[in-house]
């Protein structure tokens, strides 16, 4: 779970580096396609798709909905209220919304740690992102990011459901490709010319293999094993990574309470991956 959410960290500094004309949304939604066309690949190669009667089609529909209505809830929250804002509320609502959806949907209980390290890593988000530009608070965009952290939590508790009966490429493959067929409307009808350019190829091809296909295939082997609480506080290790990058590749300085905010991601997230300690009878 942290290889993926350090993976899916390379995403803002890739974009940084793409053409001018890049909009945001349609980076998504070429995120999407690669991704998914890479995760069909790896499927088929692996034979993980010949047994595709009988897929349970309602989560399967439900998880594609979820994972393509974040990219859009996400960019349009942080093209209303900034980035700060959006990030935060987004990426800091989502493991609240999946605690309470996995303990209703799952009879999952998250415990007591798995709360304190949410909070320590949601505070230390907050602290790492809200320093980096001014605050402006929109209530729809503010809205949006909400959407976006319900989207991200219901598409992990319905792929945590198929990977109890299917193999995870296979479920990974067909959740993105749908996912990527639902945003096909925005490569049809948006500028696309950022493309033509090598730069924009290469940041292409890493968002879609590296930052979606080699992530989502560590992330759903990982939910295979953690609950679903737990996946999604642990990918709260993208904020950190991402800002990591931003110092070491960008040149950007982090200020103290950005600093404070790193260590505390860090500290929730070591809280959450050591093992449990059993009490003697």
Request: glycine letters at 12%.
């Amino acid at each position: 779970m942290l290889a993926a959410a350090v993976l899916w960290g390379t995403t803002g500094t890739a974009q940084a580096f793409a053409p001018e004309g890049a909009q945001p949304a349609v980076v998504g939604a070429v995120r999407l396609a690669i991704g998914g066309l890479a995760l069909l690949a790896l499927a088929s190669a692996r034979g993980a798709l010949m047994h595709l009667r009988g897929w349970p089609l309602v989560p399967t529909a439900l998880g594609a909905l979820c994972m393509a209505a974040y990219q859009v809830f996400f960019f349009e929250a942080v093209l209303k209220t900034g980035v700060a804002v959006g990030t935060i509320v987004a990426i800091g609502s989502a493991p609240l919304f999946a605690g309470g959806l996995g303990y209703l949907v799952r009879q999952e209980n998250p415990g007591l740690r798995w709360a304190v390290a949410t909070a320590l890593a949601v505070a230390g988000c907050g602290l790492l992102t809200l320093p980096k530009a001014e605050v402006s608070v929109n209530p729809v965009g503010v809205g949006l990011a909400l959407g976006a952290g319900v989207a991200y939590a219901t598409c992990t508790v319905a792929a945590k459901g198929l990977l109890e009966e299917r193999p995870a490429d296979a479920v990974m493959a067909v959740l993105f490709c749908f996912a990527a067929i639902l945003l096909s409307p925005l490569l049809v009808w948006c500028d696309l010319t950022w493309l033509a350019h090598g730069r924009g190829i290469a940041v292409g091809l890493h968002l879609g293999l590296v930052a979606t296909a080699a992530a989502y295939t560590l992330f759903a082997r990982g939910l295979e094993a953690v609950p679903v609480a737990t996946a999604v506080t642990l990918g709260l290790a993208e904020p950190f990574t991402a800002a990591t990058l931003g110092v070491v590749l960008l040149g950007e300085r982090l200020t103290g309470s950005a600093m404070l905010g790193a260590g505390l991601i860090l500290s929730g997230l070591v809280m959450l991956s050591l093992p449990k300690t059993r009490r003697r009878s």
